[in-house]
Nanobody
Framework: QVQLVESGGGLVQPGGSLRLSCEAS????????MGWYRQLPGQKREPVAA???????RYIDFAKSRFTIYRDNAKNTVYLDLTQLRSGDTGIYYC?????????????????WGQGTTVTVSS
């Protein structure tokens, strides 16, 4: 079965940076588009960014200038670099299979979400 394991979250001060990782297994990672999503406190899960098998990327507006999505197929891993973090970025970040041509990148194409990794931005 597909397994998605997120890591890299933690406590960071405003303006700081983090690198989130998502290691995938149980799928052909090299041919799979992947996305990052997040759930802010009290809010529904929302898309952040996505990348397809050719390296084409998509970003939601709030992520365009501060976040970077990229992948390492040799490691079956997709990353999300977070910079200039704000308190409003605090939440749980998830990865999932994605479709760049669908609204919200499909909001995750695999039925089961991982546990995510928590990002806390606070002074």
């Amino acid at each position: 079965q597909v397994q998605l394991v997120e890591s890299g979250g933690g406590l960071v001060q405003p303006g700081g940076s983090l690198r989130l990782s998502c290691e995938a297994s149980g799928l052909n990672f090299k041919t799979s588009a992947m996305g990052w999503y997040r759930q802010l406190p009290g809010q529904k899960r929302e898309p952040v960014a996505a990348i397809n098998s050719d390296g084409i990327t998509r970003y939601i507006d709030f992520a365009k200038s501060r976040f970077t999505i990229y992948r390492d197929n040799a490691k079956n891993t997709v990353y999300l670099d977070l910079t200039q973090l704000r308190s409003g970025d605090t939440g749980i970040y998830y990865c999932n299979l994605a479709n760049l041509n669908r609204a919200n990148y499909g909001m995750g194409l695999y039925d089961y979400w991982g546990q995510g990794t928590t990002v806390t931005v606070s002074s």
